[in-house]
């Protein structure tokens, strides 16, 4: 990894909004960030989870962020900046410490480029890399190896398009990140039943996918039907994720690892969705509302909501489930121990 720095600490909290600590000199030199229990002298650091505080109490750290509440439990000379947030400043200061890769812009000789796409003089487009008819790649865009665009693909200003993606019938946004492996604009899956067998229903809608999203490797989504598959504007998207035809992901929302959606399905604004979460087709599943992980989604979701379970129900009703098979299973565990 390409470090820079060092950094005052003054210079790490106006960056991220932090205040130093009463009695601290901003004028320390900081070196690089690290985790509490392997930080050491010219290292900074966090305190965010309160199960990490005893971590925090006997670090080596030069430095950590740390909310005020939590302040006081830091050990004696360590140097403190406050936030309300300190995860959130953490990864401002990582990111200072840790900027974004600067690749080479241009054209490889080795790419293919379509005489009619349109890419922009600051693009990079690397080796083996496929870019297809009246494409539209651009300012400041890196297309890596190997990567397909195919035919009409637009995409943005300063986003990331990892190796051996391959996207199709697709409108990607500004500062998205695909990485490698990312499948984008594919046939639905969708079928007519005869007396002969399925019969392919021709897909012909896109994605679109808006500013500020970030799709995790492996990850494939499928282009709409007749209406578009539409990822909303900062949705991030984990590893190994499936997304049929006509999904809508709202602004914001988290998707984990390995979920899958089935089509036309929405997901609304903010939510949440953890890992291995099934969800069928045709659903709503409400702002705000957070699905706990391995949960079988088969009904719409009210907004602001937490659900778990197979089939997913309100929190609190999978617990009592919960709770109420593990008695039963420690009677009869108990009554055959008995005979």
């Not at 195919?150 to 398009?161: A, E, H, K």
């Not at 002969?196 to 990850?219: C, H, S, Y």
């Not at 999978?318 to 008695?327: E, P, T, Y």
Request: glycine share 12%; hydrophobic share 45%; charged share 15%.
């Amino acid at each position: 990894f390409a470090k820079a720095g060092p950094f005052t600490l003054g210079e790490l909290a106006a960056h991220v909004g932090a205040a130093v600590a009463e009695g601290v000199d901003s004028s320390r030199f900081i070196q690089d960030v690290a985790p509490l229990d392997v930080a050491g002298e010219h290292h900074i650091s966090f305190l965010d989870n309160p199960k990490y505080i005893e971590s925090f109490a006997t670090s080596k750290a030069s430095a950590a962020i740390v909310h005020p509440k939590h302040a006081d439990k830091a050990p004696a000379g360590m140097a403190l900046l406050i936030s309300e947030n300190p995860y959130l400043a953490y990864a401002l200061v990582a990111q200072k410490f840790y900027p974004a890769t600067k690749h080479n812009v241009g054209i490889a000789p080795t790419a293919h480029v379509d005489a009619s796409a349109q890419v922009d003089a600051t693009a990079t487009v690397m080796h083996g890399a496929y870019i297809g008819r009246n494409a539209t790649i651009g300012a400041d865009t890196v297309i890596s190896p190997n990567a397909f665009i195919g035919d009409g693909v637009q995409i943005g200003n300063g986003t990331f398009i990892g190796a051996n993606a391959t996207l199709s019938h697709s409108i990607v946004g500004n500062r998205v990140i695909l990485h490698p492996g990312v499948h984008i604009g594919q046939d639905g899956f969708g079928f007519a039943i005869s007396p002969k067998g399925a019969v392919k229903v021709p897909q012909l809608g896109r994605v679109l996918i808006e500013d500020d999203v970030e799709i995790g490797a492996g990850t494939c989504i499928d282009r709409g039907a007749g209406p578009d598959t539409v990822i909303g504007m900062g949705a991030k998207i984990d590893n190994l994720v499936q997304l049929g035809h006509n999904v809508r992901i709202g602004r914001f929302a988290t998707i984990v690892s390995q979920v899958g959606i089935s089509g036309s399905t929405e997901v609304g604004d903010g939510a949440i969705l953890a890992g291995q979460v099934g969800v069928a087709g045709h659903l709503k599943i409400g702002r705000g509302s957070v699905i706990a992980a391995k949960s079988g989604v088969t009904n719409h979701i009210p907004d602001g909501q937490t659900y778990g379970g197979i089939p997913a129900v309100p929190v609190m009703q999978w617990r009592r489930q919960a709770a109420v098979l593990n008695k039963l299973t420690s009677r009869k565990k108990a009554a055959t121990h008995d005979e």
